[in-house]
């Protein structure tokens, strides 16, 4: 069973920045799509990014693309979320997975291995 913890979460204004760390066990890594989601109170989950295993493509949902970069170190069975221009909006605990069953990398129920969250908040 693959485990991902999420790391980098924190507290920051309106226009900062943040780099998010996931961090995934297992030697299968790199065949392993990773995707970022995220969810706000009182709102459902929703995708932020997604890379493929090879990390040469990737995929952002309209609300960040532009703003967010995901990216992915093999060689340290991680996946970063940079987080640049930060909003009020962006405010929500953010969640990496991995989809090991190599179902389509861009539905977000193909991911299976989900870690425990971490709590950006961005004030104005």
């Known amino acids: 069973q693959v485990q991902v913890v999420e790391s980098g979460g924190g507290s920051v204004q309106t226009g900062g920045s943040l780099r998010l760390s996931c961090a995934a066990s297992?030697?299968?890594?790199?065949?392993?799509?990773m995707g970022w989601f995220r969810q706000a109170p009182g709102k459902e989950r929703e995708f932020v990014a997604a890379?493929?295993?090879?990390?040469?493509?990737?995929v952002y949902a309209d609300s960040v693309k532009g703003r967010f970069t995901i990216s992915r170190d093999n060689a340290k069975n991680t996946v970063y979320l940079q987080m640049n221009s930060l909003k009020p909006e962006d405010t929500a605990v953010y969640y990496c997975?991995?989809?090991?069953?190599?179902?389509?990398?861009?539905?977000?129920?193909?991911?299976?291995?989900w870690g425990q969250g971490t709590q950006v908040t961005v004030s104005s």
């Open positions: 997975a991995a989809n090991t069953n190599g179902g389509n990398w861009l539905n977000p129920f193909a991911y299976d291995a």
């Open positions: 297992g030697r299968s890594f790199s065949s392993y799509d």
């Open positions: 890379v493929r295993r090879s990390s040469s493509i990737t």
